[in-house]
Protein backbone atom coordinates (compact mmCIF):
# COMPACT_ATOMS: atom_id res chain seq x y z
CA UNK A 1 0.00 0.00 0.00
CA UNK A 2 1.33 3.32 -0.74
CA UNK A 3 2.29 6.10 1.71
CA UNK A 4 -0.25 8.41 1.69
CA UNK A 5 0.81 11.17 4.35
CA UNK A 6 0.28 14.30 2.54
CA UNK A 7 0.99 18.19 4.49
CA UNK A 8 -1.69 18.58 5.64
CA UNK A 9 -2.39 15.36 7.98
CA UNK A 10 1.26 16.60 9.46
CA UNK A 11 0.46 20.24 10.41
CA UNK A 12 -3.09 19.28 11.33
CA UNK A 13 -1.22 16.74 13.73
CA UNK A 14 1.14 19.02 14.46
CA UNK A 15 -1.71 21.52 15.58
CA UNK A 16 -3.10 18.40 17.86
CA UNK A 17 0.01 18.29 19.63
CA UNK A 18 0.32 21.95 20.41
CA UNK A 19 -3.41 22.37 21.59
CA UNK A 20 -4.81 23.88 18.46
CA UNK A 21 -8.32 24.38 18.72
CA UNK A 22 -9.07 26.64 15.74
CA UNK A 23 -12.57 26.38 13.69
CA UNK A 24 -13.40 26.20 10.36
CA UNK A 25 -16.68 27.66 9.70
CA UNK A 26 -16.97 26.16 6.05
CA UNK A 27 -16.30 22.80 7.44
CA UNK A 28 -20.06 20.66 6.94
CA UNK A 29 -21.90 19.25 10.41
CA UNK A 30 -21.71 15.33 9.99
CA UNK A 31 -24.64 13.26 11.66
CA UNK A 32 -24.12 9.76 12.10
CA UNK A 33 -27.03 7.38 12.61
CA UNK A 34 -26.81 3.54 13.03
CA UNK A 35 -28.67 0.87 13.27
CA UNK A 36 -28.41 -2.90 14.46
CA UNK A 37 -28.56 -6.09 12.65
CA UNK A 38 -30.67 -4.65 9.35
CA UNK A 39 -29.97 -6.41 6.57
CA UNK A 40 -31.86 -3.45 4.10
CA UNK A 41 -35.06 -4.01 5.24
CA UNK A 42 -36.16 -0.92 4.31
CA UNK A 43 -39.28 0.50 1.89
CA UNK A 44 -36.76 2.36 -0.21
CA UNK A 45 -34.47 -0.85 -1.16
CA UNK A 46 -37.79 -2.10 -2.08
CA UNK A 47 -39.24 -4.07 0.66
CA UNK A 48 -42.75 -3.59 0.61
CA UNK A 49 -43.34 -5.05 3.86
CA UNK A 50 -41.65 -2.68 5.53
CA UNK A 51 -42.57 0.18 7.49
CA UNK A 52 -39.87 2.93 7.41
CA UNK A 53 -41.62 6.27 6.03
CA UNK A 54 -38.26 8.37 7.65
CA UNK A 55 -35.95 6.48 6.10
CA UNK A 56 -37.75 6.30 2.83
CA UNK A 57 -37.78 10.13 2.58
CA UNK A 58 -34.39 10.23 4.02
CA UNK A 59 -32.96 8.28 0.98
CA UNK A 60 -35.33 10.48 -1.74
CA UNK A 61 -33.66 13.75 -0.19
CA UNK A 62 -30.13 11.95 0.12
CA UNK A 63 -28.75 9.07 -2.18
CA UNK A 64 -28.66 5.34 -1.56
CA UNK A 65 -26.34 3.26 -1.83
CA UNK A 66 -27.02 0.09 -3.35
CA UNK A 67 -23.88 -1.86 -3.21
CA UNK A 68 -22.94 -0.82 0.48
CA UNK A 69 -21.08 -3.90 2.56
CA UNK A 70 -19.54 -4.54 6.71
CA UNK A 71 -16.58 -5.90 6.01
CA UNK A 72 -17.45 -8.66 8.30
CA UNK A 73 -21.43 -9.91 9.68
CA UNK A 74 -21.08 -8.61 13.30
CA UNK A 75 -20.84 -5.93 15.30
CA UNK A 76 -17.71 -5.36 17.39
CA UNK A 77 -15.25 -6.41 14.32
CA UNK A 78 -17.38 -4.11 12.22
CA UNK A 79 -16.86 -1.27 14.44
CA UNK A 80 -13.26 -1.65 14.82
CA UNK A 81 -12.80 -1.72 10.67
CA UNK A 82 -14.57 1.55 11.03
CA UNK A 83 -12.99 3.56 13.50
CA UNK A 84 -9.56 2.64 12.24
CA UNK A 85 -9.82 2.34 8.40
CA UNK A 86 -7.97 -0.82 8.43
CA UNK A 87 -9.83 -4.25 8.15
CA UNK A 88 -10.14 -5.79 11.64
CA UNK A 89 -8.70 -8.83 10.33
CA UNK A 90 -5.72 -6.40 10.02
CA UNK A 91 -5.74 -4.84 13.08
CA UNK A 92 -5.77 -8.52 14.81
CA UNK A 93 -9.59 -7.61 16.26
CA UNK A 94 -11.08 -10.03 14.19
CA UNK A 95 -12.45 -12.11 16.37
CA UNK A 96 -15.99 -11.45 18.14
CA UNK A 97 -14.99 -10.66 20.70
CA UNK A 98 -11.17 -9.08 21.30
CA UNK A 99 -9.63 -6.81 23.90
CA UNK A 100 -6.14 -7.12 21.65
CA UNK A 101 -4.34 -3.86 21.98
CA UNK A 102 -4.41 -1.13 18.88
CA UNK A 103 -1.27 -0.26 16.92
CA UNK A 104 0.10 3.12 17.79
CA UNK A 105 0.78 3.27 14.24
CA UNK A 106 -3.28 3.00 13.59
CA UNK A 107 -5.42 6.31 14.92
CA UNK A 108 -8.66 6.58 15.53
CA UNK A 109 -11.17 9.03 13.08
CA UNK A 110 -12.24 11.49 16.04
CA UNK A 111 -8.29 12.31 16.26
CA UNK A 112 -8.05 13.87 12.97
CA UNK A 113 -11.57 15.21 13.27
CA UNK A 114 -10.85 17.11 16.69
CA UNK A 115 -7.76 18.48 15.42
CA UNK A 116 -9.73 20.37 12.73
CA UNK A 117 -12.05 22.27 15.42
CA UNK A 118 -14.84 18.95 15.60
CA UNK A 119 -16.82 18.48 18.30
CA UNK A 120 -17.05 14.64 18.62
CA UNK A 121 -19.86 12.90 20.60
CA UNK A 122 -21.01 9.23 20.86
CA UNK A 123 -24.53 8.48 22.01
CA UNK A 124 -23.32 5.90 23.03
CA UNK A 125 -22.21 2.54 22.16
CA UNK A 126 -18.64 1.57 21.60
CA UNK A 127 -17.59 -1.39 21.34
CA UNK A 128 -14.43 -1.62 19.28
CA UNK A 129 -12.90 -4.81 19.53
CA UNK A 130 -9.93 -3.58 21.25
CA UNK A 131 -8.15 -2.98 24.63
CA UNK A 132 -10.06 -0.06 26.71
CA UNK A 133 -9.71 2.93 25.30
CA UNK A 134 -10.10 6.28 26.95
CA UNK A 135 -13.21 7.57 25.64
CA UNK A 136 -12.68 10.82 27.40
CA UNK A 137 -9.49 11.91 24.81
CA UNK A 138 -11.65 9.97 22.13
CA UNK A 139 -14.55 11.73 22.11
CA UNK A 140 -15.95 15.25 23.43
CA UNK A 141 -18.69 13.66 24.92
CA UNK A 142 -19.63 9.41 24.97
CA UNK A 143 -22.43 8.62 26.98
CA UNK A 144 -26.22 8.07 26.43
CA UNK A 145 -26.75 11.90 26.75
CA UNK A 146 -24.15 13.08 24.20
CA UNK A 147 -25.19 15.66 21.75
CA UNK A 148 -23.82 18.16 19.49
CA UNK A 149 -26.08 20.36 21.23
CA UNK A 150 -23.27 21.16 23.52
CA UNK A 151 -20.84 22.28 21.46
CA UNK A 152 -18.97 25.78 21.35
CA UNK A 153 -21.28 28.38 19.46
CA UNK A 154 -20.17 27.87 15.57
CA UNK A 155 -18.46 25.02 16.11
CA UNK A 156 -18.75 22.26 13.80
CA UNK A 157 -19.59 18.72 14.83
CA UNK A 158 -19.29 14.99 14.12
CA UNK A 159 -22.46 13.63 16.24
CA UNK A 160 -23.22 9.74 16.37
CA UNK A 161 -26.51 8.30 17.44
CA UNK A 162 -26.22 4.57 17.53
CA UNK A 163 -29.87 2.97 17.80
CA UNK A 164 -30.28 -0.63 19.37
CA UNK A 165 -34.09 -1.44 19.09
CA UNK A 166 -33.48 -3.59 16.09
CA UNK A 167 -30.75 -5.70 17.95
CA UNK A 168 -31.03 -8.93 17.27
CA UNK A 169 -31.95 -9.55 21.30
CA UNK A 170 -34.99 -7.51 19.79
CA UNK A 171 -36.19 -11.18 19.14
CA UNK A 172 -35.51 -13.30 22.18
CA UNK A 173 -38.68 -12.63 23.86
CA UNK A 174 -41.44 -13.11 21.91
CA UNK A 175 -44.41 -10.91 21.75
CA UNK A 176 -47.60 -12.16 21.76
CA UNK A 177 -49.18 -12.39 17.91
CA UNK A 178 -52.08 -10.29 18.46
CA UNK A 179 -49.74 -7.62 19.49
CA UNK A 180 -47.48 -7.71 16.36
CA UNK A 181 -48.26 -5.09 14.05
CA UNK A 182 -46.79 -7.18 11.14
CA UNK A 183 -48.48 -10.35 10.37
CA UNK A 184 -46.87 -13.75 10.78
CA UNK A 185 -48.98 -15.12 8.06
CA UNK A 186 -47.83 -12.52 6.05
CA UNK A 187 -44.18 -12.98 5.96
CA UNK A 188 -42.24 -13.69 3.24
CA UNK A 189 -39.46 -16.07 4.03
CA UNK A 190 -35.93 -17.11 2.06
CA UNK A 191 -35.60 -20.28 0.58
CA UNK A 192 -33.06 -21.78 3.20
CA UNK A 193 -35.60 -21.05 6.29
CA UNK A 194 -37.95 -23.75 6.51
CA UNK A 195 -41.72 -22.63 7.28
CA UNK A 196 -42.32 -22.73 10.81
CA UNK A 197 -44.48 -20.40 13.44
CA UNK A 198 -41.68 -19.19 15.50
CA UNK A 199 -39.62 -18.47 11.86
CA UNK A 200 -42.43 -16.17 10.69
CA UNK A 201 -43.39 -14.87 14.26
CA UNK A 202 -39.52 -13.77 14.70
CA UNK A 203 -39.45 -12.09 11.04
CA UNK A 204 -42.30 -10.41 11.46
CA UNK A 205 -41.59 -9.30 14.77
CA UNK A 206 -38.61 -7.95 13.75
CA UNK A 207 -40.18 -6.01 11.54
CA UNK A 208 -41.91 -4.17 13.97
CA UNK A 209 -38.70 -3.59 15.82
CA UNK A 210 -37.20 -1.86 12.45
CA UNK A 211 -40.13 0.41 12.13
CA UNK A 212 -39.65 0.93 15.92
CA UNK A 213 -35.85 2.16 14.75
CA UNK A 214 -36.75 4.17 12.02
CA UNK A 215 -39.29 5.84 14.23
CA UNK A 216 -36.04 6.69 15.88
CA UNK A 217 -34.79 8.16 13.39
CA UNK A 218 -37.59 10.91 12.52
CA UNK A 219 -37.24 12.25 15.62
CA UNK A 220 -33.38 12.90 15.20
CA UNK A 221 -33.75 14.05 12.06
CA UNK A 222 -36.72 16.53 13.15
CA UNK A 223 -34.79 17.68 15.70
CA UNK A 224 -31.87 18.04 13.41
CA UNK A 225 -34.72 20.32 11.36
CA UNK A 226 -35.74 22.35 14.56
CA UNK A 227 -32.68 23.26 15.86
CA UNK A 228 -32.28 24.72 12.08
CA UNK A 229 -28.92 22.40 11.38
CA UNK A 230 -30.43 20.83 8.65
CA UNK A 231 -28.82 23.29 5.64
CA UNK A 232 -25.51 22.01 6.97
CA UNK A 233 -25.50 18.86 7.95
CA UNK A 234 -24.28 15.73 6.13
CA UNK A 235 -26.49 13.19 7.19
CA UNK A 236 -25.57 9.51 6.74
CA UNK A 237 -27.46 5.97 7.70
CA UNK A 238 -26.08 2.81 7.99
CA UNK A 239 -26.75 -0.87 9.69
CA UNK A 240 -23.55 -1.87 11.34
CA UNK A 241 -24.21 -5.27 9.34
CA UNK A 242 -26.92 -7.44 8.17
CA UNK A 243 -29.21 -9.68 9.98
CA UNK A 244 -30.92 -11.03 11.74
CA UNK A 245 -32.45 -14.58 11.52
CA UNK A 246 -30.51 -17.61 11.12
CA UNK A 247 -27.92 -17.66 8.59
CA UNK A 248 -27.45 -13.53 7.93
CA UNK A 249 -25.76 -12.00 10.61
CA UNK A 250 -22.32 -13.68 11.31
CA UNK A 251 -21.82 -15.29 8.18
CA UNK A 252 -20.86 -13.97 4.63
CA UNK A 253 -23.60 -13.85 2.98
CA UNK A 254 -25.82 -11.35 1.22
CA UNK A 255 -28.32 -11.77 3.73
CA UNK A 256 -25.00 -10.99 7.04
CA UNK A 257 -23.07 -8.17 5.03
CA UNK A 258 -25.19 -5.73 2.36
CA UNK A 259 -26.32 -3.19 4.33
CA UNK A 260 -28.75 -0.47 4.06
CA UNK A 261 -26.58 3.33 3.49
CA UNK A 262 -27.58 6.97 2.89
CA UNK A 263 -26.56 9.84 2.91
CA UNK A 264 -28.17 13.39 2.74
CA UNK A 265 -26.24 16.05 2.08
CA UNK A 266 -27.04 19.76 2.10
CA UNK A 267 -27.51 21.64 -1.45
CA UNK A 268 -24.87 24.40 0.07
CA UNK A 269 -22.51 21.56 -0.47
CA UNK A 270 -23.91 20.10 -3.80
CA UNK A 271 -20.13 19.65 -4.85
CA UNK A 272 -19.86 16.88 -3.17
CA UNK A 273 -22.62 14.95 -4.70
CA UNK A 274 -21.93 11.51 -5.53
CA UNK A 275 -24.44 11.70 -8.76
CA UNK A 276 -26.58 14.13 -10.63
CA UNK A 277 -29.56 14.95 -8.10
CA UNK A 278 -30.70 13.71 -4.53
CA UNK A 279 -33.43 11.04 -4.54
CA UNK A 280 -30.57 9.06 -7.20
CA UNK A 281 -29.17 5.37 -6.40
CA UNK A 282 -25.58 5.35 -6.06
CA UNK A 283 -24.23 1.76 -7.20
CA UNK A 284 -20.53 2.40 -5.92
CA UNK A 285 -19.05 -0.65 -4.01
CA UNK A 286 -18.89 0.48 -0.44
CA UNK A 287 -18.15 -0.94 2.58
CA UNK A 288 -16.95 -0.27 6.30
CA UNK A 289 -13.02 0.03 5.67
CA UNK A 290 -13.99 3.36 3.39
CA UNK A 291 -15.75 5.10 6.03
CA UNK A 292 -12.77 6.83 7.62
CA UNK A 293 -10.60 7.71 4.27
CA UNK A 294 -14.58 9.04 3.42
CA UNK A 295 -14.81 11.19 7.26
CA UNK A 296 -11.20 12.49 5.95
CA UNK A 297 -11.87 13.40 2.44
CA UNK A 298 -15.40 15.65 3.46
CA UNK A 299 -13.14 17.51 5.87
CA UNK A 300 -10.53 18.24 3.83
CA UNK A 301 -8.06 15.55 4.43
CA UNK A 302 -6.18 12.85 2.52
CA UNK A 303 -6.12 9.80 4.11
CA UNK A 304 -3.02 8.46 5.97
CA UNK A 305 -1.14 5.56 4.10
CA UNK A 306 -2.17 3.14 7.00
CA UNK A 307 -5.88 3.43 6.23
CA UNK A 308 -6.86 0.23 3.76
CA UNK A 309 -10.50 1.96 2.54
CA UNK A 310 -11.04 4.32 -0.50
CA UNK A 311 -12.85 7.37 -0.01
CA UNK A 312 -16.05 7.83 -1.83
CA UNK A 313 -16.87 11.31 -1.40
CA UNK A 314 -15.28 14.50 -0.75
CA UNK A 315 -11.87 15.99 -2.35
CA UNK A 316 -9.80 13.11 -1.83
CA UNK A 317 -12.13 10.27 -3.23
CA UNK A 318 -9.87 7.54 -5.04
CA UNK A 319 -11.41 5.21 -7.86
CA UNK A 320 -13.97 2.35 -6.96
CA UNK A 321 -11.98 -1.14 -5.62
CA UNK A 322 -12.83 -3.48 -7.98
CA UNK A 323 -13.62 -6.04 -4.92
CA UNK A 324 -14.49 -6.01 -1.24
CA UNK A 325 -13.02 -7.91 1.21
CA UNK A 326 -14.87 -9.21 3.93
CA UNK A 327 -13.91 -11.80 6.82
CA UNK A 328 -15.38 -14.33 9.94
CA UNK A 329 -13.35 -16.05 12.30
CA UNK A 330 -14.17 -16.51 15.51
CA UNK A 331 -17.58 -16.11 16.64
CA UNK A 332 -18.17 -16.31 20.77
CA UNK A 333 -17.27 -19.66 21.44
CA UNK A 334 -17.09 -21.10 17.68
CA UNK A 335 -14.67 -20.99 15.51
CA UNK A 336 -14.68 -20.97 11.10
CA UNK A 337 -12.14 -18.90 9.52
CA UNK A 338 -14.26 -17.53 6.25
CA UNK A 339 -12.83 -15.19 3.78
CA UNK A 340 -14.91 -13.67 0.69
CA UNK A 341 -14.57 -10.95 -1.76
CA UNK A 342 -17.60 -9.64 -3.91
CA UNK A 343 -17.95 -7.44 -7.15
CA UNK A 344 -21.85 -5.91 -8.21
CA UNK A 345 -22.66 -9.26 -9.85
CA UNK A 346 -20.44 -12.22 -7.76
CA UNK A 347 -19.47 -13.39 -4.78
CA UNK A 348 -16.66 -15.60 -4.12
CA UNK A 349 -16.03 -17.63 -0.88
CA UNK A 350 -13.22 -19.81 0.37
CA UNK A 351 -14.31 -21.92 3.63
CA UNK A 352 -10.68 -22.71 5.21
CA UNK A 353 -12.53 -24.70 8.27
CA UNK A 354 -15.19 -26.85 5.86
CA UNK A 355 -14.95 -29.37 8.05
CA UNK A 356 -17.44 -27.53 10.34
CA UNK A 357 -20.78 -27.24 9.49
CA UNK A 358 -22.50 -23.92 9.24
CA UNK A 359 -24.81 -24.28 11.75
CA UNK A 360 -22.18 -24.85 14.83
CA UNK A 361 -23.94 -24.35 17.82
CA UNK A 362 -23.95 -20.46 19.40
CA UNK A 363 -25.55 -20.18 22.43
CA UNK A 364 -26.26 -16.45 21.83
CA UNK A 365 -27.83 -17.22 18.45
CA UNK A 366 -30.18 -20.06 19.76
CA UNK A 367 -31.48 -18.11 21.79
CA UNK A 368 -33.62 -16.85 19.19
CA UNK A 369 -37.09 -19.53 18.79
CA UNK A 370 -36.58 -19.26 15.38
CA UNK A 371 -33.04 -21.06 15.57
CA UNK A 372 -34.22 -24.09 17.38
CA UNK A 373 -37.44 -24.37 15.47
CA UNK A 374 -34.83 -24.97 12.43
CA UNK A 375 -33.05 -27.29 14.16
CA UNK A 376 -35.92 -29.17 15.40
CA UNK A 377 -37.24 -29.22 11.62
CA UNK A 378 -33.64 -30.46 10.02
CA UNK A 379 -33.48 -33.58 12.99
CA UNK A 380 -36.88 -34.04 12.76
CA UNK A 381 -36.23 -34.88 8.51
CA UNK A 382 -38.18 -31.95 7.21
CA UNK A 383 -36.23 -29.75 5.51
CA UNK A 384 -35.32 -29.47 1.98
CA UNK A 385 -31.77 -30.07 0.55
CA UNK A 386 -31.81 -26.31 0.89
CA UNK A 387 -32.83 -25.81 4.21
CA UNK A 388 -31.04 -28.81 5.32
CA UNK A 389 -27.64 -28.01 3.50
CA UNK A 390 -26.61 -25.71 6.75
CA UNK A 391 -26.50 -28.53 9.37
CA UNK A 392 -23.71 -30.32 7.26
CA UNK A 393 -20.39 -29.62 6.37
CA UNK A 394 -19.42 -26.46 3.74
CA UNK A 395 -17.60 -26.78 0.30
CA UNK A 396 -14.39 -25.30 0.18
CA UNK A 397 -15.23 -22.68 -2.33
CA UNK A 398 -18.52 -21.08 -3.08
CA UNK A 399 -19.54 -18.67 -6.07
CA UNK A 400 -22.74 -16.62 -6.21
CA UNK A 401 -24.08 -14.60 -9.06
CA UNK A 402 -26.05 -12.27 -6.45
CA UNK A 403 -27.62 -10.53 -9.36
CA UNK A 404 -29.60 -13.46 -10.30
CA UNK A 405 -29.35 -15.71 -7.10
CA UNK A 406 -29.57 -12.78 -4.29
CA UNK A 407 -30.69 -15.48 -1.80
CA UNK A 408 -27.01 -17.15 -2.58
CA UNK A 409 -28.55 -20.97 -2.99
CA UNK A 410 -26.88 -21.59 -6.37
CA UNK A 411 -23.10 -22.42 -5.79
CA UNK A 412 -21.41 -21.92 -9.33
CA UNK A 413 -18.13 -23.27 -8.24
CA UNK A 414 -18.28 -25.87 -9.77
CA UNK A 415 -19.76 -25.37 -12.80
CA UNK A 416 -17.37 -25.27 -15.67
CA UNK A 417 -18.81 -22.09 -17.48
CA UNK A 418 -17.41 -20.01 -14.21
CA UNK A 419 -14.75 -21.51 -13.89
CA UNK A 420 -12.13 -18.55 -14.86
CA UNK A 421 -13.99 -16.19 -12.55
CA UNK A 422 -13.84 -18.41 -9.94
CA UNK A 423 -10.23 -18.27 -10.34
CA UNK A 424 -9.94 -14.70 -10.91
CA UNK A 425 -11.95 -14.12 -7.48
CA UNK A 426 -10.07 -16.58 -5.79
CA UNK A 427 -6.59 -15.24 -6.57
CA UNK A 428 -7.91 -11.77 -5.33
CA UNK A 429 -9.25 -13.11 -2.50
CA UNK A 430 -5.38 -14.08 -1.63
CA UNK A 431 -3.96 -11.12 -2.73
CA UNK A 432 -6.12 -9.09 -0.80
CA UNK A 433 -5.19 -10.69 2.33
CA UNK A 434 -1.73 -10.53 1.31
CA UNK A 435 -1.69 -7.16 1.14
CA UNK A 436 -3.45 -6.03 4.72
CA UNK A 437 -1.62 -8.90 6.28
CA UNK A 438 -5.05 -10.96 6.94
CA UNK A 439 -3.50 -11.85 10.87
CA UNK A 440 -6.40 -14.93 10.99
CA UNK A 441 -4.37 -17.16 9.26
CA UNK A 442 -2.27 -17.53 12.35
CA UNK A 443 -4.46 -19.14 14.72
CA UNK A 444 -5.55 -16.54 17.83
CA UNK A 445 -4.00 -18.28 20.55
CA UNK A 446 -0.66 -18.50 18.91
CA UNK A 447 -0.87 -15.61 17.37
CA UNK A 448 -1.01 -14.15 20.71
CA UNK A 449 1.57 -15.73 22.20
CA UNK A 450 4.48 -15.21 19.25
CA UNK A 451 3.50 -11.49 19.53
CA UNK A 452 3.37 -11.11 23.45
CA UNK A 453 3.24 -7.33 23.90
CA UNK A 454 3.30 -6.50 20.96
CA UNK A 455 0.15 -5.14 19.04
CA UNK A 456 -1.30 -7.85 16.18
CA UNK A 457 -0.98 -5.15 13.46
CA UNK A 458 2.73 -4.66 14.57
CA UNK A 459 3.65 -7.97 14.46
CA UNK A 460 2.07 -9.13 11.13
CA UNK A 461 4.89 -6.74 9.27
CA UNK A 462 7.64 -7.83 11.69
CA UNK A 463 10.54 -8.77 9.92
CA UNK A 464 11.27 -12.58 9.55
CA UNK A 465 7.57 -13.50 9.78
CA UNK A 466 7.06 -15.82 6.77
CA UNK A 467 3.87 -14.44 6.36
CA UNK A 468 3.67 -15.79 2.32
CA UNK A 469 3.87 -19.02 3.51
CA UNK A 470 1.54 -18.96 5.85
CA UNK A 471 -0.83 -17.89 3.48
CA UNK A 472 -0.20 -20.07 0.91
CA UNK A 473 -0.11 -23.05 3.55
CA UNK A 474 -3.64 -22.57 4.37
CA UNK A 475 -4.30 -22.47 0.38
CA UNK A 476 -2.92 -25.92 0.14
CA UNK A 477 -4.82 -27.29 3.37
CA UNK A 478 -7.90 -25.96 2.75
CA UNK A 479 -8.10 -27.43 -0.49
CA UNK A 480 -9.07 -31.24 1.43
CA UNK A 481 -7.12 -32.60 -1.75
CA UNK A 482 -5.75 -36.44 -0.94
CA UNK A 483 -2.47 -36.03 -3.50
CA UNK A 484 -1.66 -33.42 -1.16
CA UNK A 485 -0.80 -35.29 1.68
CA UNK A 486 2.92 -35.49 1.63
CA UNK A 487 2.93 -31.86 1.56
CA UNK A 488 1.25 -32.16 4.94
CA UNK A 489 2.76 -34.21 6.50
CA UNK A 490 5.61 -32.19 5.70
CA UNK A 491 4.01 -29.04 7.13
CA UNK A 492 4.01 -30.51 10.43
CA UNK A 493 8.45 -30.89 10.71
CA UNK A 494 8.12 -27.05 10.23
CA UNK A 495 9.74 -24.41 13.16
CA UNK A 496 6.76 -22.25 12.28
CA UNK A 497 3.71 -23.36 14.30
CA UNK A 498 1.09 -21.80 11.83
CA UNK A 499 2.73 -23.73 9.16
CA UNK A 500 2.12 -26.98 11.32
CA UNK A 501 -1.07 -26.04 12.27
CA UNK A 502 -2.17 -25.48 8.65
CA UNK A 503 -0.66 -29.31 8.14
CA UNK A 504 -2.33 -30.60 10.83
CA UNK A 505 -5.37 -29.17 9.58
CA UNK A 506 -5.06 -30.57 6.23
CA UNK A 507 -5.25 -33.45 7.49
CA UNK A 508 -7.93 -33.22 9.58
CA UNK A 509 -10.13 -32.51 6.57
CA UNK A 510 -8.58 -35.26 5.02
CA UNK A 511 -10.19 -37.52 7.17
CA UNK A 512 -9.56 -41.34 6.52
CA UNK A 513 -7.43 -40.23 3.78
CA UNK A 514 -4.65 -39.06 6.46
CA UNK A 515 -4.31 -42.53 7.82
CA UNK A 516 -0.71 -42.97 6.37
CA UNK A 517 0.14 -40.03 8.77
CA UNK A 518 -1.31 -41.62 11.92
CA UNK A 519 2.31 -41.59 13.54
CA UNK A 520 3.35 -37.88 13.02
CA UNK A 521 -0.45 -36.87 14.11
CA UNK A 522 -0.02 -38.76 17.32
CA UNK A 523 3.02 -36.77 18.00
CA UNK A 524 1.46 -33.44 17.02
CA UNK A 525 -1.40 -34.11 19.62
CA UNK A 526 1.36 -32.64 22.17
CA UNK A 527 2.71 -30.06 20.19
CA UNK A 528 4.33 -26.86 21.69
CA UNK A 529 1.49 -25.28 19.80
CA UNK A 530 -1.50 -25.40 21.80
CA UNK A 531 -3.82 -25.22 18.40
CA UNK A 532 -1.77 -27.92 16.68
CA UNK A 533 -2.29 -30.23 19.37
CA UNK A 534 -6.58 -29.60 19.22
CA UNK A 535 -6.72 -30.23 15.87
CA UNK A 536 -4.67 -33.79 16.09
CA UNK A 537 -6.01 -34.72 19.31
CA UNK A 538 -9.37 -34.81 17.07
CA UNK A 539 -8.15 -36.35 14.33
CA UNK A 540 -6.60 -39.37 16.47
CA UNK A 541 -10.04 -39.44 18.22
CA UNK A 542 -12.05 -39.67 14.26
CA UNK A 543 -9.30 -42.56 13.59
CA UNK A 544 -9.81 -44.81 17.06
CA UNK A 545 -6.89 -43.86 18.82
CA UNK A 546 -8.92 -42.56 21.82
CA UNK A 547 -6.76 -43.20 24.74
CA UNK A 548 -4.34 -40.99 23.20
CA UNK A 549 -6.66 -38.14 22.18
CA UNK A 550 -8.41 -38.25 25.60
CA UNK A 551 -4.86 -38.09 27.45
CA UNK A 552 -4.42 -35.03 24.25
CA UNK A 553 -7.26 -33.51 25.69
CA UNK A 554 -7.81 -33.35 29.21
CA UNK A 555 -4.04 -31.52 28.60
CA UNK A 556 -5.70 -29.25 26.30
CA UNK A 557 -8.55 -28.52 28.82
CA UNK A 558 -6.26 -28.16 31.90
CA UNK A 559 -3.85 -25.18 29.86
CA UNK A 560 -4.44 -21.43 31.31
CA UNK A 561 -5.36 -20.51 27.36
CA UNK A 562 -9.11 -19.99 27.85
CA UNK A 563 -9.68 -19.73 23.83
CA UNK A 564 -7.74 -22.85 23.71
CA UNK A 565 -9.91 -24.60 26.18
CA UNK A 566 -13.17 -22.95 23.95
CA UNK A 567 -12.02 -24.19 20.57
CA UNK A 568 -11.23 -28.03 22.34
CA UNK A 569 -14.66 -28.04 23.45
CA UNK A 570 -15.83 -27.42 20.05
CA UNK A 571 -13.77 -29.91 18.26
CA UNK A 572 -14.99 -32.36 21.15
CA UNK A 573 -18.90 -31.35 20.11
CA UNK A 574 -18.03 -31.58 16.33
CA UNK A 575 -16.85 -35.29 16.39
CA UNK A 576 -20.22 -35.92 18.76
CA UNK A 577 -18.58 -38.88 20.85
CA UNK A 578 -20.58 -40.54 24.08
CA UNK A 579 -21.52 -39.04 27.09
CA UNK A 580 -19.28 -41.42 28.46
CA UNK A 581 -16.16 -40.70 26.75
CA UNK A 582 -16.70 -36.49 27.17
CA UNK A 583 -17.24 -37.02 31.10
CA UNK A 584 -13.62 -39.15 31.37
CA UNK A 585 -12.10 -36.17 29.19
CA UNK A 586 -13.44 -33.49 30.84
CA UNK A 587 -12.36 -35.42 34.89
CA UNK A 588 -9.76 -32.25 34.84
CA UNK A 589 -12.69 -29.39 34.50
CA UNK A 590 -13.23 -29.00 38.18
CA UNK A 591 -12.16 -25.69 39.40
CA UNK A 592 -10.89 -24.62 36.20
CA UNK A 593 -14.70 -22.93 34.98
CA UNK A 594 -15.16 -20.82 38.15
CA UNK A 595 -15.88 -17.54 35.42
CA UNK A 596 -18.47 -15.62 34.75
CA UNK A 597 -21.22 -17.42 32.29
CA UNK A 598 -20.16 -15.13 29.35
CA UNK A 599 -16.81 -16.50 29.10
CA UNK A 600 -16.58 -18.54 26.04
CA UNK A 601 -15.17 -21.53 27.25
CA UNK A 602 -18.35 -21.95 29.85
CA UNK A 603 -20.39 -21.23 27.42
CA UNK A 604 -19.10 -24.60 25.63
CA UNK A 605 -19.07 -26.46 27.81
CA UNK A 606 -22.27 -25.50 28.98
CA UNK A 607 -23.88 -25.88 25.48
CA UNK A 608 -21.91 -29.85 25.64
CA UNK A 609 -23.80 -30.37 29.26
CA UNK A 610 -26.96 -29.80 27.53
CA UNK A 611 -26.02 -31.57 24.57
CA UNK A 612 -25.88 -34.83 26.31
CA UNK A 613 -28.00 -33.93 29.51
CA UNK A 614 -25.34 -34.11 32.33
CA UNK A 615 -25.87 -32.15 35.12
CA UNK A 616 -23.24 -29.45 35.66
CA UNK A 617 -22.69 -29.97 39.23
CA UNK A 618 -21.04 -33.58 38.34
CA UNK A 619 -18.33 -31.88 37.43
CA UNK A 620 -18.20 -29.46 40.38
CA UNK A 621 -19.41 -26.38 38.00
Known sequence: MKIRYTLSIIVVLAFTATGFTGIDPGLPNILWITSEDNNRFLGCYGDAFATTPHLDRLAAEGFLYTHAYANTPVCAPARNTIITGVHA??????????????????????????????????????????????????????????????????????????????????????????????????????????????????????????????????????????AGLEENTIVFYYSDHGGVLGRSKRYLFESGTHVPMIIRIPEKYRHLYPAEAPGSKVDRLVSFVDLAPTLLSLIGLEAPGYMQGNAFLGPYQTEEPEYIYMFRDRMDERYDLTRSV??????????????????????????????????????????????????????????????????????????????????????????????????????????????????????????????????????????????????LRHMLGHDDSAIRYWGIQGLLMLREDAGPALGEIGEAAFDDSWNVSVVAAEILYRMGMKARSIKAYQRLLDCDQDMIRTLALGSIDDFNGSPEEFLDICRVIPGKYEKPAYQYDVRALLGLLKKWDIDPASLGI
Not at 217 to 223: A, D, H, I, R, T
Not at 347 to 368: K, P
Not at 407 to 427: I, K, Q, S, T
Open 89 to 226: CSNGNEQMRSSYPKSETVRFYTEFLKARGYYCTNNSKTDYNTSPIDLKTLWDECSSHAHYVNRAKGQPFFAIFNLTVSHESSIHTSIPNGDLRHKPEEVSLPPYHPDTPEMRHDRAQYYDKVEDMDTQVGQLLKELKE
Open 342 to 487: VDKHYRYTRYYNSNRIWMQQLEYLWRAPSMASWEREFLAGRCNEVQARYFNTKPVEELFDIEKDPWEVNNLAGDPAYAERLVRMRLASLDMAREMRDAGFIPETDRNIRAGNTPIYDYMRSEGLPYEEILGAAALASLKQPENLDR
